[in-house]
């Protein structure tokens, strides 16, 4: 069973360049008669060596503080220097934030890999949940399809690292990523983009961005953000020659915040997205057994590959968030945020990543979940913070997937029906013992259940049938249900005002689950599950400092996972891959994090940030690396996704041009080391060079910027995976890897207007 790739792109490309002509042409009237000089704008037009030094304001303890004084290992972008890095995705931060990576896994493109202090998946099965939790205006993302695409119009990014299942709840083991959205400003204000890049090959990927808000009146605020991404193709198939990696992206995004009282607030935000393109670029290059690739191989350390199927990805999502929020009493806030997300995902993946039809790939997700919280912040007296909760959330979701060997001579189809259910309470307070010590304590409960129909590829060969459309016998049944408590205790301590201490235990737990992708033939040993929840018990100790021209930033921590979850990758001569989640081993994972900012004269600011980790098996359960026996050979494997060495260096310099304007350069030099991606480590990502250039040109008092860029000038090459491929296909030899390409160097230009 397949599905055929629709011909939307026309419509697609006029309605998304017709929704921002509209939103210019209806906000111009009403922009030309609001008082210019809103503090927005004028954050906005500041040097971009001031912006990097500003205040970020964070929400890691569910209340707004500086960045300075959260206890915790965070780090953060605020709007404005989220606009001088010229982000556009978190793929853009994967390689700069200390013992962090936001990879794409490629082989469904869009789906996220995230890693934090070594803790991380290697995986696009929709049913492994996340260990690092991406939050979106405060509403968790269920599924990690559908995560990493453009963004815009963001108010930050905050990089929360460790353990954080006392107020974000299940799934944030290795930690959370919130992202925020702008709201309407204080003042009317329109910004516009246009923005082109491209790589060597001559194809050109432009952006048109648009967003436009502010007072309607007294109590009502509106915005409005569009974003249109038409990607030619940075990539160039040997195949044929033709350009690759085609995609269109559109989103549309209107937010409304009604203050009816100087107490209350609602905010109603909605987005839909589509993103339209080609499939993953895959690479085959010699796998960890040595075998390489027929009938090509080429070098891992190149752009190199050729495949004979194009494939495709197609998103559409619906968005939506309901946030109240009312003050009460002189200092305490009762917040509730409700959201609704609805995901439909098909892929079609060329998996034999070969100019030859031997091997593809056919995978749909139909995901729709439901979430709500209810807390209540407040402080009482000058002695004690609370915050406490209740959290629901809900979701139901759909797979399938089909594989083709031999343009169709075996076939084999499956996937599942997947339904969660959780349901959670929390409660964390920090009080001053005395003016310079504070204690955090804090305990959430979350209980889940989990039920599961499962159709098994290895039973539907030459069958065919569609889990979405419903026409999939289901061989294996099931439901589950656990519960788990997550407590932190901690103590901070102010040296001075300029210096914080603090030190914290916390604990974190990782959902229990099936395995959609049930594809073994043994079905008895190897079956969909259930697997078990796993637990990490993290100590952190770190240090904060700030002063007049900078702040520094240190943090220790040790953490050590009980019942590791792991997808354990298997090569098959008739299915090709196997996939199988167990809980496999015990492991104790140590490191450290700095991250400085200087400014070094008034014009010139430094940045240096840096991570090690030291990541070891403590015991092992599961026959790793696949000899047969448990023993010291496992435990002395690298685990996946946990580089030893992370770090970058920045600088940002501001230059007058007399009384016409001011030219800002930038330059940012990051590293990360080599890391292993199979649990057996026979599959690698190689390690990441990534220097990033910037210049932004601003006249005084003009509305416009230009800005000139250069991404991953060292042309670094990074693969989502680094799937390994059998020797052989039935017949047929095959060997090398499915290793999925993302893009190398790209120059671009970017034009802002503000009104």
């Known amino acids: 069973m397949s599905i055929q790739k629709s011909d939307t792109s026309s419509p ?338 060329d998996l034999d990543a070969q100019p030859a039809t031997l091997f593809d790939g056919t995978f749909q997700i139909r995901s729709e979940q439901i979430s709500n919280e209810l807390r209540y912040a407040g402080t009482f007296g000058d002695a004690l913070d609370i915050v406490a909760g209740i959290y629901y959330y809900q979701n139901d979701l759909k797979y399938y997937e089909g594989r083709s060997i031999f343009g169709g001579a075996l076939t084999q189809d499956g ?29 959430r409960y979350t209980a889940e259940e989990k039920s599961v129909q499962v159709a098994t590829l290895s039973l539907n060969v030459n069958s065919p049938c569609n889990v979405v459309e419903g026409t999939c016998a289901f061989d294996f049944s099931d439901s589950e249900e656990w519960d788990s408590f997550s407590p932190k205790i901690g103590l901070n301590y102010i040296l001075n005002d300029n210096v914080r201490l603090y030190g914290h235990w916390t604990r974190g737990f990782r959902s229990g689950g099936y395995n959609l992708r049930n594809s073994a033939v043994d079905t008895v040993n190897f079956g969909p599950g259930p697997f078990d929840q796993e637990q990490v018990d993290s100590f952190e100790v770190g240090l904060k400092s700030e002063w007049d021209r900078g702040r520094f930033n240190v943090a220790l921590f040790q953490n050590s996972i009980q019942d590791l979850q792991r997808e354990i990758q298997l090569t098959d001569p008739v299915v090709g891959i196997v996939q199988l989640i167990r809980n496999t081993a015990d492991a104790d994972l140590t490191g450290a994090e700095f991250e400085a900012l200087f400014q070094v004269t008034d014009s010139l600011v430094f940045d240096l940030s840096l991570g090690l980790l030291d990541a070891q098996y403590s015991n092992v359960q599961f026959d790793l690396n696949g000899d047969g026996v448990v023993n010291a ?39 990360r080391d080599e890391s292993a991606f199979t649990d057996n480590n026979l599959g690698f990502i190689l390690d990441q060079e990534i220097l990033d250039i910037g210049i932004d040109i601003r006249p005084h008092g003009a ?33 090398g890897t499915f290793s999925p390409l993302t893009k190398g160097r790209v120059f671009g230009a970017q034009l802002t207007v503000r009104f």
């Open 633 to 671: 050979a496992d435990e002395a494997l690298d685990l996946p996704r946990a580089p030893e060495l992370t770090y970058s260096v920045g600088l940002v310099h501001d230059m007058e041009l007399g009384s016409w304007g001011e030219v800002s350069s930038r330059m940012n030099y990051a590293y």
């Open 12 to 349: 697609r490309r006029i309605g998304a360049m017709t929704a921002l002509a509209v939103v210019l042409a209806i906000t111009a009237p009403i922009t030309s008669a609001q008082t210019e000089g809103d503090n927005d704008a004028e954050a906005e037009e500041s040097s971009e060596a001031s912006i990097l030094l500003d205040t970020v304001t964070v929400t890691a303890r569910k209340r707004d503080e500086r960045l300075q004084d959260v206890p915790l290992s965070v780090s953060a972008l605020g709007a404005a220097q989220l606009e001088a890095k010229k982000v556009r995705s978190l793929t853009d931060l994967t390689v700069g934030v200390p013992n962090v990576s936001f990879d794409d896994v490629g082989t469904v493109p869009g789906t996220a890999n995230f890693s934090i202090r070594g803790l991380g998946i290697n995986s696009s099965i929709p049913s492994i949940d996340p260990t690092v939790g991406t939050f979106v205006n405060g509403v968790f993302i269920g599924t990690n399809a559908g995560v990493v695409f453009d963004v815009f119009d963001l108010e930050s990014v905050q990089v929360l690292r460790g353990p954080q299942g006392t107020l974000f709840g299940r799934n944030v083991t290795g930690g959370a990523v919130l992202l925020n959205t702008k709201k309407p400003g204080s003042e009317w204000e329109t910004v516009g983009q246009l923005a082109i890049d491209g790589g060597e090959n001559g194809s050109l990927n432009s952006y048109l961005k648009a967003s436009t808000g502010g007072p309607v009146s007294e109590d009502l605020g509106f915005k409005i953000t569009a974003y249109y991404n038409d990607d030619q193709g940075w990539f160039t198939n040997s195949f044929d020659d033709s350009d690759f990696g085609a995609r269109e992206q559109f989103f549309l995004r209107p937010t409304v915040v009604w203050t009816p009282s100087d107490r209350s607030e609602v905010i109603l935000r909605y987005e839909y997205s589509s993103i339209d393109g080609d499939g993953p670029a895959a690479q085959s290059h010699t796998n960890g057994s040595g075998v390489p690739g027929s009938p090509v191989n080429f070098d891992r350390d190149s752009f190199d590959f050729s495949i004979d199927n194009k494939g495709f990805v197609e998103v559409e999502t619906h968005f939506a968030t309901a946030e109240f929020n009312l003050s009460v009493g002189e200092n305490g806030k009762i917040t509730n945020i409700l959201g609704y997300r609805d995901l439909e995902q098909d892929t079609l993946s």
């Open 415 to 443: 996937g599942g029906d997947y339904s969660v259910e959780s349901v959670g309470a929390f409660m964390s307070a920090d009080y001053a013992l005395t003016d310079k010590l504070e204690l955090t304590a804090g305990l």
């Open 703 to 735: 509305p416009w910027e230009l800005g000139f860029y250069g991404r991953n000038l060292l042309d670094s090459v990074l693969h989502g995976t680094d799937g390994q491929l059998p020797a052989t296909l039935g017949p047929a030899p095959l060997g």
